[in-house]
């Protein structure tokens, strides 16, 4: 498959090794890092970033933070920078996140769990019986191998009466666990699954879980007929509260020296697991993954090109918000992002 991504200039990572408590395969993991203290850019280079940025007329707000500190927050139009925002599908990484503390804390057992075991009553009757072998992975991962729910099929699923039952008996396109088919559909059933086995709503959960340690707003969003919240799409956050959850990541689920996420669920949710179909970059538990000039980046992406970048290594976060009512793709709009990152912003850093 050909990359559209100008992140991608290495090879791609081979799965290997198994880390028993979560059930998954991990190798070269991209890890939190913290480098040296302090928040340096090169000035001039980073005042040309963001009058890069400002050029972009998709964008609506940039902030950049290094080590923890903001360094520019900026809305050039649109929303202020402490205004929540719908960030699309960054919310199946946001519901990933709350996924990995519900294995923390022992609401579900594993990855490995089938969406049966871990919500028998969300299968309706008489689906393929491959669905009882979909697992919480597969739903991680958008494997789950049935015909996806986002693109030209979103809004039929969303104008069903019952999303869960409707994405469950959808057709499969592939075996579970096969190969990537872009779905909000799977971080729904997700979503749904996490409701189901901690008796709470998706939206007390990230409240709690999330909003709470972080000090941030969780304004409530989407609910389908039944009254289970969107899995994977039109949360709503600030891009100030976006950077604090981009930092909670960054620095391996540790926020102001407590854990609110383990290190393990941070380690395996960095590992290349499939690959996306479309950008052809990596994808984790919820991130995408990739290299730009010898960096390892994780990264967020919701439709319109709101995005949430992690550069680990560099001590880097940034969050792009953007018009999310035009498309972007990744030879259009979320390419001109990709680049302003790995040309612009990563160059002021490294110079610093």
């Known amino acids: 498959m050909t990359s559209n991504s100008p992140f991608r200039l290495g090879r791609r990572t081979v799965l290997a090794a198994t880390v028993a408590s979560l059930g998954c395969a991990l190798t070269r993991p991209l890890q939190a890092a913290q480098p040296a203290a ?8 980073l005042d ?9 007329d998709q964008i609506h707000a940039l902030v950049i933070g290094r080590n923890g500190e903001v360094v520019s927050a900026e809305a050039f139009r649109g929303p202020a920078v402490n205004r929540a925002v719908n960030v699309k599908s960054v919310s199946k990484t946001i519901a990933a996140s709350l ?3 519900a294995i923390d804390r022992g609401v579900l057992r594993s990855v490995d769990v089938t969406l049966v075991e871990a919500a028998p009553g969300l299968v309706p009757a008489g689906v393929d019986p491959r669905v009882r072998r979909i697992t919480l992975a597969d739903l991680l991962t958008m494997q789950a191998g049935l015909e996806p729910t986002s693109g030209l099929g979103y809004g039929r699923w969303i104008n069903s009466r019952n999303w869960v039952a409707d994405a469950l008996r959808r057709p499969f396109v592939t075996e579970p666990g096969a190969r990537m088919l872009y779905s909000t559909g799977s971080y729904h059933l997700l979503g749904a699954a996490l409701s189901s086995a901690s008796g709470r709503s998706l939206l007390a959960l990230a409240r709690e879980w999330l909003g709470e340690p972080l000090g941030i707003e969780v304004p409530s969003w989407t609910r389908d007929p039944q009254g ?37 669920w ?8 499939t690959r996306s179909p479309f950008s052809g970059d990596d994808y984790g538990y919820g991130w995408f993954l990739a290299e730009a ?4 980046i994780a990264y967020a992406r919701g ?26 793709r990744s030879d259009g709009h979320v390419g001109l992002l990709n680049a302003l990152l790995t040309d612009a912003i990563i160059p002021a850093a490294e110079m610093a």
Do not use: C
């Open 293 to 296: 000039k010898g960096h390892r």
């Open 48 to 56: 040309r970033a963001i009058k890069r940025a400002a050029g972009l």
């Open 228 to 264: 289970f919240y969107l899995g994977g799409n039109n949360m709503a956050l600030s891009p100030l509260d976006l950077f604090r959850f981009g930092e909670l990541w960054r620095q391996g689920g540790l926020w102001n020296g407590r854990r609110v996420i383990s290190a393990a």
């Open 303 to 328: 439709y319109g090109g709101q995005m949430l970048y992690l550069v680990p290594g560099l001590g880097l976060t940034v969050v792009v918000t953007s018009d999310p009512g035009r498309p972007a």
């Open 38 to 45: 302090g928040a340096a850019f090169d000035p001039a280079l």
């Open 99 to 101: 996924a990995g503390i």
């Open 266 to 273: 941070v380690e395996a949710s960095w590992v290349p697991r």
